[in-house]
């Protein structure tokens, strides 16, 4: 039987070097499943209790930005950890994707092309979006 979704997310996340980060969006391509980096941050909030632990804090979103969530004690406890390995932070607060976004090795094309998992949106999905429509 397959590993379960939060399995396959906590055997790539358990890869990522200290002094590295990578987005939930990544996550989910690595995955093959380009279109649920949400279902990776619920994964991850519900993050086993491992040993070693799980590093949840190296998860950030697709702008360079943390989430703060509870899985990794907070804004300030993610920060914290992430800047201990050796992690700078711009000005804004935010990683910077290009020279801290860890990828494997292995990384498909696809992948290369958005590293931070961020999907083109559907030209018309923001209308039906708009309009009530997006179903």
Do not use: C
Request: net charge neutral; aromatic share 8%.
């Amino acid at each position: 039987m397959p590993d379960s979704f939060p399995q396959r997310v906590y055997a790539i996340l358990a890869q990522v070097p200290p002094g590295r980060v990578i987005t939930y969006g990544t996550i989910a391509l690595l995955l093959g499943e380009p279109r649920k980096a949400r279902q990776v941050g619920w994964a991850l909030a519900a993050t086993p209790a491992w040993d070693p632990p799980l590093p949840a804090h190296r998860v950030i979103n697709a702008r360079g930005e943390l989430s703060g969530g509870p899985a990794f004690g907070g804004y300030a406890v993610q920060r914290e950890k992430l800047e201990a390995e050796g992690v700078a932070f711009m000005r804004d607060g935010r990683v910077d994707l290009e020279r801290y976004l860890w990828l494997p090795r292995e990384v498909s094309d696809s992948i290369a092309g958005s590293p931070t998992g961020e999907q083109p949106r559907d030209r018309n999905q923001h209308d039906r979006a708009e309009h009530g429509h997006d179903q």
